[in-house]
């Protein structure tokens, strides 16, 4: 919006749409503070650096910073999605969907709409939890997985969470704590807690990837000018994050 109509029309946007001007300038201002500390470290390079400092309000900067290698995932959302589970586990939150309900139409029976208030949250030690009613998930009936990350919690009469965001299966079983497999009941389980159900070849081979892919990760960041983009390894683990094993 500020890149077609400037700040005026921006500021008019976050009005409309319930938003903070001032907090998404802070965000702004936090991403190019991140992104310099990255550069003294050696992630990125300093032509990303400049790119992305000058970049903030030009209209062509979304399709620009695609080709580089360490931001051409922006747009995937699931890569997102798993990168933000990664970050905030072991705050991790299961899903429990109510059971199926039907009704008799006159071109016979359908499946009922859940109810957001019917869909529950438990979380390892808190219990059962509460979504905020400012969260923009509170309204949610269906969630795409079984799990949700959060960043803090909120204690009054319940325990409650506002910012919480969807967990992709395999960035749980990717990015999250111990994993065991229980080849007789066919599930794979992390943190003696979080389980998903797959046979022993999958289990295995999901255990063995995470190994590898740890141990690439420490190699990263030991040397964090090490290109890992062409990694086969890289490129596989970007496909199961996309598709979420489907």
């Not at 006159?106 to 499946?111: A, H, I, N, P, S």
């Not at 009941?185 to 022993?200: C, M, N, Q, S, T």
Request: hydrophobic share 40%; charged share 25%; net charge positive.
């Amino acid at each position: 919006v500020m890149q077609e109509g400037g700040y005026k029309k921006g500021r008019a946007f976050c009005q409309e749409n319930y938003l903070s001007f001032s907090a998404l300038e802070g965000i702004e201002a936090l991403r190019s503070d991140y992104i310099r500390v990255l550069m003294d470290f050696g992630f990125v390079g300093r032509e990303f650096f400049k790119e992305i400092s000058r970049g903030l309000h030009r209209k062509t900067h979304g399709e620009t910073h695609k080709n580089h290698r360490v931001d051409c995932e922006a747009y995937n959302s699931r890569v997102i999605k798993s990168v933000v589970c990664a970050a905030y586990y072991p705050q991790l939150l299961k899903v429990s969907h109510p059971k199926a309900l039907y009704k008799e139409t006159m071109d016979g029976t359908v499946k009922r709409e859940n109810v957001p208030k019917r869909v529950k949250l438990f979380g390892k030690e808190l219990g059962q939890v509460f979504l905020h009613p400012a969260s923009s998930l509170f309204a949610v009936s269906t969630f795409e997985t079984g799990w949700l990350v959060y960043s803090e919690i909120m204690k009054t009469s319940k325990i409650m969470v506002r910012d919480c965001s969807m967990a992709p299966c395999y960035s749980v079983l990717i990015f999250g704590g111990k994993i065991d497999v229980e080849h007789d009941k066919g599930i794979l389980v992390v943190d003696e807690w979080a389980k998903f159900k797959a046979p022993a070849k999958i289990a295995i081979l999901v255990r063995e990837m995470r190994r590898m892919v740890n141990r690439l990760l420490s190699m990263k960041v030991e040397n964090p000018r090490l290109d890992i983009s062409s990694s086969e390894l890289v490129d596989v683990l970007l496909k199961i994050l996309t598709t979420d094993g489907q």
